[in-house]
Every structure is written in C-alpha cells, then in structure tokens.
C-alpha cells in the first residue's frame, strides 16, 4: 500500500535503508520484477521484510503461516531466515501472481520450506484446525482482502501457540483509518479490525508506524 513509512520524508526514508537494510540479492531481485506489475502497490517494503524475518528469529520459529501472498516477497523473506526444517504454510488465491513467487522460492533455494495453498485462504485455514494443527504456529502474517481480516485472525490466533506472533498488515490504510469522509467498505473492514483488537484481551499488542502500518498482537 505504501513504498515507506508514513510520515518519513524521502531523504530520511533513503537514510534508514541506507544504513539499516540488509537484502539479499534474490529479494531486491523479487522486488524490483514485482515494481514493474501493475498491482504493484501490493508490494510490502524491503525493512518491513526485514522486520518480519527478525520477529521469526527472535522467536525461534519453525512454523509459520502466511495469509496473503502476491508475488512472495514476505514468504520469502520469512523462510530465508527459517531453519532449513522450518515451513511456511502460504495462502493465496492466484495461480499468476503466486507463480513470480514460485520462481524467486527456487531461485532462492527455499522452495521446499513453503508449503503453497492455491484456495479462498479460509478454507485452508478450517482444514488446519479440522487436522488438529491448532496451536502449532509459532508466527502468522496476515495481508490479504481487509473484509476479512477478522476472520483471518480468529482462526489464526486458534492456530498459534502461546506466545506466538500475529503481524497484520496495513493497519493504517495510508491515513485513511482517520478520515472521517472516507466511508469505503476497505477502510471501514480497517477501522473495525482495529478497534475489535484493541478490546481483545487474549492477546498483548501493540500497532508500529512501519511501511503501511503493522500491528503485533501475542498470544497469551
């Protein structure tokens, strides 16, 4: 949704890449493929893969889950930093987008940590619970359509272990989330989302100024 952080300037935009970013070769690759599609906007920032890629370390994960996948940059950027046992269990629905995905996994040498479900992510999701893998997560990466969000978060806090990591995506909708004029059916699904949240007291949280906004929510 966004290119940066809101409220940063350009120049200090370049300064924090400058002296913070680390990206692999085949990620700048991905990224740069994924800038020239015209669904472009889709794309998350390079600090913010970063970012998720240091929470899946610190938390030791070895199991994640994915809920939104486009070209596959943050699939990406959590299974390079995964152990080589570790999986992504990745939902999506397009078969074009998610085949860039498939060819920067391979080329990446990561293909076989990313478990891809072709199918309205909700489905996937049920099936998970119905094999009895809930609380088996260690982190889940929710950035798929807003009008669901909630239901994308219900089934992934039933999913997650305790003291597992939910990072939803876009929370700030580009400042939209505070224009009162703004009545469309995506900024309100954001602003229900938040604010049902913020009351949800099985989990500890806390919202993040990154890219487009992020929100951390731990299970308890």
Known sequence: MSSKSLGL???????????????????????????????SVMQITPDQGQFLALLVQILGATKTLEIGVFTGYSAL???????????VVACDVSEDFTA????YWQQAGVAHKIDLHIAPALETLDRL???GQ?????FAFI???????????????????????????????????IDPND??????????FNQKLHQ?????LTMIPLSDGLTLAMKR
């Not at 970013?21 to 990620?27: A, G, H, S």
């Not at 809930?134 to 260690?138: I, K, L, P, V, W």
């Not at 009545?183 to 229900?192: G, P």
């Open 9 to 39: 300037s350009d120049a200090l935009h370049d300064y924090l890449l400058s002296v913070s970013l680390r990206e692999p070769d085949v990620l700048r690759s991905l990224r740069e493929e994924t800038a020239r599609h015209p669904q």
């Open 77 to 87: 950027s959590v299974a390079l930093a995964l152990p080589e046992t570790g999986r």
């Open 100 to 103: 860039i995905a498939r060819r």
């Open 129 to 131: 619970l119905a094999e």
């Open 134 to 138: 809930a609380g088996t997560f260690d």
């Open 143 to 177: 950035d798929a359509d807003k009008g669901n969000y909630w239901n994308y978060y219900e089934r992934s806090l039933q999913l997650l272990r305790s003291g597992g990591l939910i990072a939803v995506d876009n929370v700030l909708w580009s400042g939209d989330v």
């Open 183 to 192: 009545q469309s059916a995506n900024t309100l699904a954001i602003r229900e």
């Open 200 to 204: 949800d007291d099985r989990v500890s």
